[in-house]
T-cell receptor
Framework: EPEVTQTPSHQVTQMGQEVILRCVPI?????FYWYRQILGQKVEFLVS????????KSEIFDDQFSVERPDGSNFTLKIRSTKLEDSAMYFC????????????FGQGTRLTVV | AQKITQTQPGMFVQEKEAVTLDCTYDTSDPSYGLFWYKQPSSGEMIFLIYQGSYDQQNATEGRYSLNFQKARKSANLVISASQLGDSAMYFC??????????????FGQGTRLTINP
C-alpha cells in the first residue's frame, strides 16, 4: 500500500535553531498538508499546499513557518527559529486518490525543542 | 463551537466484544466528509474509514463500520470482534466543502480505547 514517509522520526533542537522536517507524499496525490499534535492534545491543521503554493493556513502557521516542494517528490516544513512551544508531533499528509476520499498521514516527526 | 465532538475520553472493552466510538459533528455545509483514524502508542495516524455526506450507504472496511446518522450529525465508529491490537487512540475528523481540492481536516479530541484480554 502506498504511504507517506517522514524524516526524521525524532529531532531534538536548541531553542532558536532552524529545523526542516521532510516528507515524501504519495506519488499520485496532488494536495499536501502539515498538521501538529502537541502531546496529549488533538491534531491541529497547519497548512495545505497545492500546485506549488499554499492554499490555506491556520493562525498557528505564522512567519516562523514555511513550506516548500523543492523537487517532484519532497515536501518540507521549515521552522526558522524554534520555540519551546513548537515541541510537538508534526504530521505530513497527502490527499488526491480515489476521488479524494483518502487522507493518508505519515508516521510523524517528534520535534523536541530544548 | 466544537466542530467535532468525541464525548468518550476513554473506553474499556473485553476482547472479542463489539465497540462503538461516538462522534458528533457540526457543519452547515451540505458537502462534507468524515474520517476515522487510529493512533497507536507509536504515534502514527492510521486511516481507517471514510464517509461522504452524500453517500447513501454506511461505509465499511473489514471490521470497521461507520454508523452515519445524518439528521443527528453523528458518525460513530463500530469495531466488531475487538482485538488486543485495537487498543489505541481513535480520532474522528471532518472535511468541509466539496470533495475536490485541498481538504483541511478538523479533528476531535480523541477516545482512548483499551481492549482487555
Amino acid at each position: 500500500e502506498p504511504e507517506v514517509t517522514q524524516t526524521p522520526s525524532h529531532q531534538v533542537t536548541q531553542m532558536g535553531q532552524e529545523v526542516i522536517l521532510r516528507c515524501v507524499p504519495i506519488s499520485n496525490h496532488l494536495y499536501f498538508y502539515w498538521y501538529r499534535q502537541i502531546l496529549g492534545q488533538k491534531v491541529e491543521f497547519l497548512v495545505s499546499f497545492y500546485n506549488n503554493e499554499i492554499s490555506e493556513k491556520s493562525e498557528i502557521f505564522d512567519d516562523q513557518f514555511s513550506v516548500e516542494r523543492p523537487d517532484g517528490s519532497n515536501f518540507t516544513l521549515k521552522i526558522r527559529s524554534t520555540k519551546l512551544e513548537d515541541s510537538a508531533m508534526y504530521f505530513c499528509a497527502s490527499t488526491g486518490g480515489k476521488g479524494n476520499t483518502e487522507a493518508f498521514f505519515g508516521q510523524g516527526t517528534r520535534l523536541t525543542v530544548v | 463551537a466544537q466542530k467535532i465532538t468525541q464525548t468518550q475520553p476513554g473506553m474499556f472493552v473485553q476482547e472479542k466484544e463489539a465497540v462503538t466510538l461516538d462522534c458528533t459533528y457540526d457543519t452547515s455545509d451540505p458537502s462534507y466528509g468524515l474520517f476515522w483514524y487510529k493512533q497507536p502508542s507509536s504515534g502514527e495516524m492510521i486511516f481507517l474509514i471514510y464517509q461522504g455526506s452524500y453517500d447513501q450507504q454506511n461505509a465499511t472496511e473489514g471490521r470497521y463500520s461507520l454508523n452515519f446518522q445524518k439528521a443527528r450529525k453523528s458518525a460513530n465508529l463500530v469495531i466488531s470482534a475487538s482485538q488486543l491490537g485495537d487498543s489505541a487512540m481513535y480520532f474522528c475528523a471532518m472535511r468541509e466543502g466539496r470533495v475536490q481540492g485541498a481538504q483541511k481536516l478538523v479533528f476531535g479530541q480523541g477516545t482512548r480505547l483499551t481492549i482487555n484480554p
